[in-house]
């Protein structure tokens, strides 16, 4: 057809060599993790809507989706699950042979023996089922490849928007086009939204780089709105039992998790440590549990595939507790805060149930600030008003544990060029926090230099040799301990060509503002000349570092919400929200802030609005445009005040802790308590996420109907 340079199916994929793409997260399973292939292309069977079949490249969007309009595929239906505790029923169809019961692994850490002895032992004990409701990062840009090839070199070259191009480069090289990683590159320039899901390997970029290698020619592709919905991996999607065992003082004896994840229909590369691995270093939240246990299933279904979304099983883990936490406090007639009190952590370093090791923090501390900020002792008045309007008033509260590291270690360089700029090169990645900002400030406190002065290097495997990318609220921790330590390197090397010049020895040369003198002497040097000398001696002053650090950092904090229900129509609108939180040090208090209201708007979307949903006969994507996705409007929000009391950590040299991920971890359990709060008059005793107008009106309505009869 008119425009129409090339045509890819699964067989061409398989002529030249191209393998599977992987999934490199090991969870420690009951018995062997199951793998099954994903190739780029569809196999013979689509798994999942969204599923690629065919690659067609043209000289426009329009003259490809002419082509693809003539093509016809002979289906033949196949029953579908979208519902992972369907899929583990006994009638459950069986998605892949090698799947018995559609799980791919069972997952288990705790003590459960210490957990039963609890429970036969407490006074209390509660129980409850939970859904963490699928979502979709959504970001404001969605996925966009570009590929080409140098014939002359064999060079491969991916443009994407994506997050962690090393981690990408690898998998990609090694694993699918099975070649050399020197002879693929990747460059992710300024990213529109990242989340988690641009983590991921995805199919189109596989394909991209095929057909530009077999064309000669670069090959760009971009998805839609809807396809990015169908197509990037999802988040969340767990359903949980859990139970909570307290005796007669409030004191918590022991939790108890169990939980099947829904994995979609392939294993994404990240995915099964959210719900495994990471939600295991927050289980049990900030409280001082003796006793936790924990299993998770995770099942195959026909659906887009899951990976870590903000937070990745943080979220999940600190939902689980706050949820218990006050129906226990109502289930003891005790006040929820007061609960919440008698069980926080209150010395550290504290080793949790399942091993973590929290080296800082001040809880106690957290809830009493955030209670005075958000005026806690002035809401009987605030829902009294409410109430005479005939809306319903809720206050919620909840405190949040976040364990932040991503992958252990980091690179950076430090570079002095003959135009008088410095590059800070890292191997993490920005995709929105503003590490062109808070990077150079570190240097330019360090050095002594104009902020000005520095250029930041990132996400390009061409310029940055190493590094292990964006993820796990790592950057500053990673990434910032890293360059700190490369400056730490520079100021060594720079002292001692100071010395040379200054005639002195290097314990007499001192160094401040950028200039290095000797107490007493007028004399001095700066140190951009020094660089200039050291290149014109044939010396450098660069320097690069790898760095060791596998400690975590634990971010956290407490939050209160209120809201008002419209008890005729369902209607939930979020009035107000305070955050104190524990960063550590602040290298920019401004793009913190930032960064926890992104994310409360995010925690706060998953509360009240945001649902991935699919028919239940044939897995069909319900929600693939913003028409069915409702993601929260500035409206929808209050204004969300954030205070910070930070506990600077010594897990690395800057005493920050990550703040990427916090506000997505606190919101939904914070504002799901304030919305059964102001339920609970009316007879509501739970509540699944999304809070909607409709789920909120039929709970009301059951609620009645039960209290009559």
């Given amino acids: 057809m008119p425009g129409v340079h090339l045509v890819l199916r699964f067989e061409d994929l398989e002529v030249e060599g191209i393998g599977d793409l992987p999934c490199l997260t090991p969870v420690a399973s009951v018995s062997p993790m199951i793998i099954p292939p994903r190739p ?46 369907a899929a583990v029923g006994e009638e459950a169809v069986q998605l892949w042979p090698q799947a018995p019961g559609n799980i791919s ?46 014939a002359s070199s064999g060079k491969l070259l991916l443009w994407l928007s994506g997050q962690g191009v090393h981690t990408i480069r690898e998998q990609l090289a090694t694993h699918v086009l099975k070649m050399p990683r020197e002879l693929v590159d990747l460059v992710a320039p300024d990213v529109g939204g990242g989340f988690g899901p641009k983590n991921a390997l995805y199919p189109e970029y596989v394909l991209v780089l095929v057909a530009a290698r077999r064309l000669g020619r670069s090959v760009r592709w971009s998805a839609t709105r809807t396809e990015d919905f169908i197509s990037t991996a999802h988040g969340r999607d767990n359903h949980t039992e859990c139970r909570l065992a307290l005796d007669s003082a409030g004191k918590i004896l022991a939790l108890d998790v169990s939980t099947i994840a829904n994995l979609g229909a392939y294993l994404s590369p990240g995915g099964p440590g959210s719900s495994t691995n990471a939600t295991s270093t927050a289980q049990g939240g900030l409280y001082a549990i003796p006793a936790i246990n924990m299993e998770v299933r995770g099942v195959f279904t026909n659906t887009i595939p899951i990976d870590a979304y903000r937070g990745a099983g943080k979220p999940e883990a600190n939902y689980i507790i706050e949820r218990l936490i006050d129906l226990a406090a109502r289930e003891m007639n005790l006040d929820r805060i007061e609960l919440r009190r008698r069980n926080l952590i209150s010395t550290y370093p504290y080793k949790s149930a399942l091993g973590m090791v929290i080296d800082c923090g001040d809880a106690h501390r957290n809830l009493d600030l955030v209670l005075r900020v958000a005026d806690h002792a002035g809401f009987p008045q605030r829902r ?139 004399r001095g040097v700066g140190l951009l000349d020094i660089a200039q000398a050291a290149t014109e001696a044939g010396e450098s002053i660069d320097a690069e570092v790898d760095t060791s650090i596998d400690l975590f950092t634990f971010p956290n904090g407490c939050h209160v919400a209120e809201v008002e229900v419209d008890p005729e129509t369902g209607w939930v609108q979020l009035v107000s929200y305070t955050a104190v939180d524990d960063y550590g040090t602040l290298i920019n208090p401004l793009l913190t802030e930032g960064q926890v209201q992104g994310g409360l708007a995010q925690g706060i979307g998953q509360a009240l609005f945001e649902e991935v949903r699919f028919d239940d006969d044939m897995a069909q994507p319900l929600t693939a445009s913003f028409q069915d996705y409702c993601l929260p409007r500035a409206t929808d929000l209050s204004n969300l005040e954030v205070a910070f009391a930070g506990v600077p950590t010594t897990a690395n040299p800057l005493g920050v802790k990550g703040v990427g991920q916090a506000g997505c971890i606190a919101a939904p359990q914070t504002v799901m308590n304030a919305v059964l709060d102001a339920l609970r008059p009316l007879g509501v005793r739970n509540l699944d996420m999304p809070a909607t107008p409709l789920k909120v009106w039929t709970a009301i309505r059951a609620a009645a109907d039960v209290q009559s009869g």
């Fill in 40 to 85: 780029a292309l569809a196999n013979g069977i689509v798994r999942h809507v969204g599923d690629p079949i065919l690659f067609i490249v043209a000289d426009t969007v329009e003259q490809a989706m002419d082509a693809a309009e003539t093509i016809e595929i002979d289906y033949d239906p196949l029953p579908a699950l979208a519902d992972a505790c």
């Fill in 105 to 150: 692994y069972v997952f288990r850490k705790g003590d459960k023996a210490a957990v039963e002895a609890a429970f036969a032992s407490a006074h209390t004990a509660v129980s409850m089922s939970l859904v963490n409701n699928r979502v979709s990062a959504a970001p404001m840009e969605t996925r966009v490849a570009i590929g080409s090839y140098d």
């Fill in 384 to 522: 009294a008003a409410a109430e005479a309007q005939g809306m319903r008033r809720g206050l919620g509260i909840a405190c949040f544990l976040e364990t932040a590291r991503g992958g252990a270690g980091e690179w950076a360089g430090v570079r002095f060029r003959s135009d008088k700029t410095v590059e800070l090169a890292t191997g993490v990645q920005s995709n929105g926090q503003g590490h062109e900002t808070s990077f150079p400030q570190i240097a330019a406190d360090r050095l002594g230099l104009p902020y000005d002065c520095f250029r930041l290097i990132q996400a390009d495997t061409r310029s940055v040799p190493r590094g292990k990318g964006h993820g796990g609220a790592r950057s500053l921790h990673q990434g910032g301990a890293a360059l700190s330590f490369a400056l730490d390197e520079v100021l060594s090397k720079a002292r001692r060509i100071a010395a040379r010049l200054l005639q002195a020895t290097e314990q007499q040369v001192q160094f401040k503002n950028g200039m290095f003198g000797v107490a007493g002497d007028d």
